[in-house]
């Protein structure tokens, strides 16, 4: 079955697959920015993140703790990933990771603008610039395709290894989650740029996803480095049937990941994410087909568990359409977190004693959400957690709730019972600022 006119549902499937998991990573961002990470917010993006259960795995083999704001819900995400992995390649890239979404969206954005802009009566200078900037992606994707754009295309996509193995060698070297800072996916999904580096990482990301499609996910993501590892297992793959083939290289074009379909029998690359791009742009029926059968060479071990699956098993994923092999890989995704809720498995913070298995006695820093400042004077201003509310400061400071509201710059009528996050972020102050005036021991008495 080609995935041609007949496979457009799918896409409008990856599409809604690709949208919910913007909306939720999207609103628990919100949340955890918002109202911090007590009771009313949400656990750190970390916590959900399958890359953090990554980071802080060697900590957890070798002093059995979580890194701070790492809990099993990475963990269970993660398994997620590898189980969505085996049954639909790096489906998990091109159907379910938010910031591959975001890249992918800011990319097709100014495409569709650079197509329509000279329809758009008023457009003006900015019809302009996206027309120019539709002729400058043209004759870049033109040198990408070319053999030493390719070459180069080919040594970039180390690249990735060596962030990866960078990321792991200072988190493990540092205690704690090194990486956080120049995290795009936590700069996106925090919705507040409260540093210069986070604005740089935005900036990066924004331009870098117009020069080339998914520019982050090809050249330099440490997840999408693990996916692509695991994904050569899959027996799922896009296959090219050289004889109907007219070499016409729209499937090469239509590639969001650069991958060569059209001078390959069989897509081989671990960043083939099944999004049937390649296929629907082709216009050959029966010339680009996705197929399910264990890859020659390191397919082994995917022939083996196929050959182990039940009859009916094996039999339902030979037969399915080509767009609904990566489905049921998001549904297998799916599948595996609702399970860990409805069992009690799914824990966004690590607690003391537990999660990080037998033996473990302490959790590095953990988020802890029954966390409280003492209130017999002994509080340390870098005790203050974002999610702690006004009053809850002002208590452990015994200092004037109205001054501390000052000091996050909010009206002295402002809710006492707000996260100092919040506050701070609805106008415009900083918890560092409000640690370091209460850290300087000239705070006013409470009256
Ligand atoms: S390469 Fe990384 S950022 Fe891109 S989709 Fe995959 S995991 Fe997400
Ligand atoms: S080779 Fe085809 S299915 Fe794979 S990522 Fe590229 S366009 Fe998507």
Redesign the pocket.
């Known amino acids: 079955m080609k995935l041609g006119a007949g496979a457009r549902p799918w896409k409008w499937v990856r599409r809604a697959a690709q949208a919910t998991v913007v909306v939720i990573i999207g609103w628990l961002g919100y949340r955890h920015t918002l109202l911090g990470g007590g009771a009313g917010g949400s656990a750190p993006l970390d916590a959900f993140c399958p ?1 953090g259960a990554i980071e802080t795995l060697p900590s957890l083999l070798t002093t059995g703790t979580f890194l701070k704001k790492t809990a099993i819900s990475g963990f269970i995400v993660l398994g997620a990933v590898v189980g969505a992995t085996m049954v639909g390649r ?1 489906s ?3 159907w379910l ?5 975001v ?1 992918e969206w800011v990319h097709r954005a100014a495409r569709f603008l650079a197509r329509v802009a000279g329809g758009i009566p008023g457009a003006g200078r900015l019809g302009k610039a996206a027309s120019r900037w539709g002729a400058r992606r043209a004759r870049r994707g033109a040198w990408l395709r070319s053999e030493r754009g390719r070459a180069w295309d080919r040594r970039l996509r180390y690249l990735r290894y060596g962030v990866l193995a960078l990321i792991l060698a200072t988190t493990f070297t540092g205690g704690r989650l090194v990486f956080e800072a120049y995290d795009p ?1 936590k700069a996106v999904f925090h919705f507040q740029i409260e540093t210069a580096l986070t604005l740089g990482v935005l900036v990066l990301l924004l331009v870098t996803s117009l020069l080339v499609e ?1 520019f ?2 090809r050249y330099l ?4 480095a693990v ?1 692509s590892l695991g994904s050569r297992l899959s027996p799922a793959g896009v296959t090219r049937d050289s004889g109907a083939c007219t070499d016409c290289g729209r499937c090469d074009a239509a590639c969001g990941m650069g991958i060569d379909v059209s001078h390959v029998e069989r897509v081989t690359s671990g ?1 083939c ?1 099944l999004c049937g791009d390649c296929t629907d742009a082709c216009p050959v029926e029966g010339a680009l087909h996705t197929t399910w059968s264990a890859p020659a060479g390191g397919g082994h071990a995917a022939r083996r568990l196929l050959g182990a699956a039940p009859d009916r098993i094996r039999r339902g994923f030979a037969s399915a359409g080509s767009g609904a092999r990566p489905a049921m890989a998001v549904i297998l995704f799916a599948a595996v977190i609702a399970g860990s809720m409805a069992t009690g498995a799914w824990q966004t913070r690590a607690e003391a004693g537990g999660g990080a298995g037998a033996g473990s006695e302490a959790v590095v820093g953990s988020d802890h959400e029954g966390e409280s400042l003492p209130t017999d004077g002994s509080a340390q201003a870098t005790e203050i957690k974002g999610r702690m509310t006004v009053r809850e400061v002002a208590d452990a400071f015994h200092a004037d709730p109205v001054e501390v509201l000052a000091a996050l710059g909010a009206p002295p009528d402002t809710d006492q019972g707000l996260s100092v996050k919040a506050v701070a972020g609805t106008y415009g102050g900083s918890v560092d600022d409000l640690r370091a005036w209460l850290g300087s021991g000239v705070v006013p008495p409470a009256p």
Not at 97 to 101: D, W
Not at 221 to 224: Q, Y
């Open positions: 890359f790096a998990f890239c091109g990771c938010p910031l591959g979404t890249v996916f998914r982050w996910c993501c440490p997840l999408g996916v960043q994410s």
